[in-house]
């Protein structure tokens, strides 16, 4: 069984930075896919960001620039460093972790950025 614990969420003004974590625990394999999804109420939930092991990632259009995702592999944990944060970035940002065919979900951090 795989869980996926983020934290560093919070309510920040326009312009501000957040750091999110998230740490994994369970059988974690090598060879996995790492990231961030963000929900805003009433919309679908969206990618955000995408790191492999080996540290290439991959950003969301909104976020490219302002946002950069890292990972400690030896600490099973990936980071989404957020700044000159907007508040159409408000929403719930879920970790996501993806290995062997199967994807598993953090519990979600509440990212809220107030105009």
């Known amino acids: 069984q795989v869980q996926l614990v983020e934290s560093g969420g919070g309510l920040v003004q326009t312009g501000g930075s957040l750091r999110l974590s998230c740490e994994a625990s369970?059988?974690?394999?090598?060879?996995?896919?790492m990231g961030w999804y963000r929900q805003a109420p009433g919309k679908q939930r969206e990618l955000v960001a995408t790191?492999?092991?080996?540290?290439?990632?991959n950003y969301a259009d909104s976020v490219k620039g302002r946002f950069t995702s890292s990972r400690d592999n030896a600490k099973k944990t990936v980071y989404l460093q957020m700044t000159s944060l907007k508040p159409e970035d408000t929403a719930v940002y879920y970790c996501?972790?993806?290995?062997?065919?199967?994807?598993?979900w953090g519990q979600g951090t509440q990212v809220t950025v107030s105009s």
């Open positions: 369970g059988s974690i394999f090598s060879i996995n896919v």
């Open positions: 790191i492999i092991p080996g540290g290439r990632t």
């Open positions: 996501m972790l993806q290995q062997i065919g199967r994807i598993y």
